[in-house]
């Protein structure tokens, strides 16, 4: 569950976009919204996510620009620009990209167009070099229900701001749904929907919560896993928790000295 899915129960808050966007499927009979490679690509990198349970392969297997050639990008600003293509198909197309850079530790800030997107990681194409990994990121040891994968996008309208190497996000303290690059954004989201949204999301959170748990209890593991094979999956994810948590030590153990330095 992310801001948009409790946006959708409340179409009286959305834009005309926003609500077109939600029924794009009107506009797919004439040419297809993302080009015809597009979905076995992001297939072949969903095993290589930044959370704790994919953390060995996100590392090893990561390539700049996501795996994606100079050809590929030159097709994806085709496709975009195909006459044909209508304005709510690029709007999701580019919401598509931005969120595979974004689970992808690639930070798309700022970039309101598929061309954007297409010039940043044509630049990490050219270096040859990986985006680096934040040191606040921590790989998420949760494997069923509400987690953070990457970075996120601030969820203010009009907004193209995401979280980078060197800034990570707010976000609400009550339902802890939306993200924001800072206060301005989230006063002003505030006022003109969240206010309505946050007892709503704050409510399908903790339904989600429950239903989670529920699952987790009557499934033990997932995808017909064996009893070794969940204890294996325990072991590891009880280990990267271990892990996550000496990083964080270290952190602050380095913030603390650093204070002292400035004391003195």
């Given at each position: 569950?992310?801001?948009?899915d409790v946006l959708i129960s409340h179409p009286e808050l959305a834009t005309e976009e926003e609500?077109?966007?939600?029924?794009?499927?009107?506009?797919?009979?004439?040419?297809?919204?993302?080009?015809?490679?597009?979905?076995?690509?992001t297939m072949g990198l969903s095993g290589i996510q930044p959370d704790a349970e994919y953390r060995s392969a996100f590392e090893s297997r990561r390539r700049p620009a996501m795996g994606l050639t100079n050809i590929q990008l030159d097709m994806l600003e085709q496709h975009v620009n195909h006459p044909q293509l209508h304005p709510s198909?690029?709007?999701?197309?580019?919401s598509l990209?931005?969120?595979?850079?974004?689970?992808?530790?690639?930070?798309?800030?700022?970039?309101?167009?598929?061309?954007?997107?297409?010039?940043?990681?044509?630049k990490e194409l050219e270096s040859g070099v990986c985006a680096s990994v934040p040191d606040w990121y921590k790989f998420s040891t949760v494997t069923m229900g509400k987690r953070k994968i990457g970075y996120d996008e601030c969820c203010?309208?009009?907004?193209?701001?995401?979280?980078?190497?060197?800034?990570k996000?707010?976000?609400?303290s009550r339902c802890k749904l939306p993200f924001y690059?800072?206060?301005?954004?989230?006063?002003?989201?505030?006022k003109v929907r969240h206010k309505k949204l946050c007892a709503a999301a704050s409510t399908q959170?903790?339904?989600?919560?429950?239903?989670t748990k529920f699952l987790r209890m009557m499934m033990g593991g997932v995808n017909g896993d064996s009893v070794d094979e969940i204890k294996q999956k325990k072991a590891h994810l009880k280990a990267e928790k271990v892990r996550g948590g000496r990083g964080k030590k270290k952190k602050n153990k380095k913030k603390k000295m650093k204070k002292d330095e400035e004391e003195e």
């Open positions: 569950m992310d801001y948009s609500i077109e966007d939600w029924n794009r499927e009107l506009f797919e009979n004439i040419i297809d919204t993302t080009p015809s490679w597009w979905n076995s690509f198909q690029k709007r999701t197309l580019l990209v931005r969120s595979q850079m974004m689970r992808s530790l690639i930070s798309p800030n700022r970039c309101s167009t598929v061309a954007d997107c297409v010039t940043v990681l044509r203010n309208r009009g907004c193209w701001n995401t979280e980078t190497v060197d800034h996000f707010l976000k609400c690059c800072g206060v301005a954004c989230q006063k002003q989201d505030w959170g903790t339904q989600l919560s429950s239903a």
